[in-house]
């Protein structure tokens, strides 16, 4: 399996912009499709942002679609969340994940989670 470590979490106004990393070791980066997922205070953790193993392919909730972008660099073995035009509700623990195959949408792909950072969003 492959372990994760997720940083760049951080307190920030509204309208704000955050940049979150999460760097792979221990197996095969580039055979996994990547994915961001975030869990507020007494809620079920949702999907953020997901990326293909390689080559194009994104895909994004409704409520981050225009103001996040997910990317990767294989020869780095990172996966980035770039988030802009932060809002309160986008606060969360922002954890990443790694799936051996889609959907990548579904959390239940995915057999490695990060620890989480947290983002915290002022009005």
């Known amino acids: 399996q492959v372990q994760l470590v997720e940083s760049g979490g951080g307190l920030v106004q509204a309208g704000g912009s955050l940049r979150l990393s999460c760097a792979a070791s221990g197996s095969t980066f580039s055979s996994y499709g990547m994915g961001w997922f975030r869990q507020a205070p007494g809620k079920e953790r949702e999907f953020v942002a997901a990326?293909?193993?390689?080559?194009?392919?994104?895909s994004y909730a409704d409520s981050v679609k225009g103001r996040f972008t997910i990317s990767r660099d294989n020869t780095k073995s990172t996966v980035y969340l770039q988030m802009n035009n932060l809002k309160p509700e986008d606060t969360a623990v922002y954890y990443c994940g790694a799936a051996p195959s889609p959907p990548y949408s579904d959390s239940s792909r995915y057999e490695s989670w990060g620890q989480g950072t947290q983002v915290t969003v002022s009005s």
């Open positions: 990326i293909r193993r390689s080559g194009p392919g994104t």
